[in-house]
């Protein structure tokens, strides 16, 4: 049973995570478009859907909320580098700096206290008016001793997986075929060579406002997953979600490799995986919460150092090979 707590912990955290970083992908990898509005797509999801389901709204409809939210920070950050000519990074800074104080402001929904509120949190019951998108699916069952109905565990964690694999499941399916078609090949054209693209008749200006608008529209659904199944959300929810899925791009890359589009998009959703069982294990080993970030940072370094130690090798390993054959 523990390591079975301990498969769940880390897929519980990876999954949502898969949507972080598939949505970096899309804008660092294929419009190399370094955009630091993640974070804020991710606050705002979070945000928008736990005061939503706070309030008795279908956990549905406040994902799909989420989604919509994401998307509008990405057309905000989208339209300010490629009409107002403001650069990227600091486009994806003025909408990240703008989405704390947004966030706050939604989370003041959620009770009577005031405009503004710190943080929300809620509770699930059985047929209460605050419910998941995982609680829909719980089997739950009464408990005499406690008089109320609770899930029997470990099923409803069971359950909350697999209602994420298929979310993670059906965005990378989404995403594969979208990028596939006409429109989603004019979009990686104008990532590879603007000017040959302007020169195929694309619009550059929509097309990279496009594709900003879909990654963080994943990285808004990856906040609402969070939300249901962290149960809260403040406003520091989103702090380092950034290097994380930065972290899990590179990670993937570095182990399962790009030789496709479709492997690629395995790959980045995998390393979210990767990088979650390596927190895990070295959280087991008695690292201090303290020294997380010191342990991004050189998983971070180790991946974008993984290629250079094969070339190292592979050369090395060559030149053996050939000093024995003379």
């Not at 991710?42 to 736990?50: R, V, Y």
């Not at 009464?142 to 565990?153: L, R």
């Not at 619009?203 to 659904?221: K, M, Q």
């Not at 690629?264 to 995998?270: D, E, K, P, R």
Request: hydrophobic residues 50%; charged residues 10%; contains cysteine.
């Amino acid at each position: 049973m523990a390591f079975l707590d301990i498969i769940l912990n880390i897929l519980s955290s990876g999954l949502p995570c898969c949507l972080l970083a598939l949505g970096i992908f899309l804008t660092y990898r294929l419009l190399d478009f370094a955009d630091l509005t993640a974070e804020g797509s991710f606050l705002i999801g979070a945000a928008i859907c736990g005061t939503l389901i706070c309030i008795g709204v279908n956990p549905f409809i406040a994902t799909i909320a989420s989604v919509l939210s994401g998307a509008i920070c990405g057309i905000i950050t989208g339209v300010l580098n490629r009409y107002l000519k403001i650069p990227k990074l600091l486009s994806g800074i003025i909408t990240l700096t703008a989405t704390a104080s947004i966030a706050l402001l939604i989370m003041g929904f959620a009770n009577n206290e005031g405009i503004f509120k710190p943080q929300v949190s809620f509770t699930i019951s059985y047929n209460g008016p605050q419910q998941t998108i995982y609680s829909l699916f719980f089997p739950w069952q009464y408990n005499e001793t406690v008089g109320m109905y609770i899930t029997p565990s470990p099923w409803g964690d069971i359950i909350k997986i697999i209602v994420m694999f298929v979310v993670v499941s059906l965005a990378m399916i989404a995403i594969y075929f979208f990028f596939g078609t006409q429109y989603g090949m004019a979009i990686r054209a104008t990532g590879m060579n603007e000017k040959m693209a302007k020169a195929q008749g694309i619009n550059t200006n929509i097309a990279t406002i496009t594709c900003i608008a879909i990654s963080n529209a994943l990285i808004g659904l990856a906040g609402a997953l969070y939300v249901q199944e962290a149960k809260a959300v403040s406003a520091i929810t989103a702090s380092g979600y950034l290097v994380i899925g930065l972290a899990s791009i590179l990670v993937g890359e570095a182990i399962f490799g790009k030789r496709s589009f479709k492997n690629w998009l395995i790959s980045v959703a995998l390393g979210s995986i990767v990088y979650f069982i390596i927190v895990t294990i070295a959280t087991r080993l008695g690292l201090p919460t303290e020294l997380k970030s010191l342990l991004y940072a050189i998983l971070i370094t180790l991946a974008l150092c993984i290629q250079l130690i094969k070339d190292f090798i592979t050369k090395h390993k060559n030149k053996r090979l050939g000093t024995k054959g003379d």
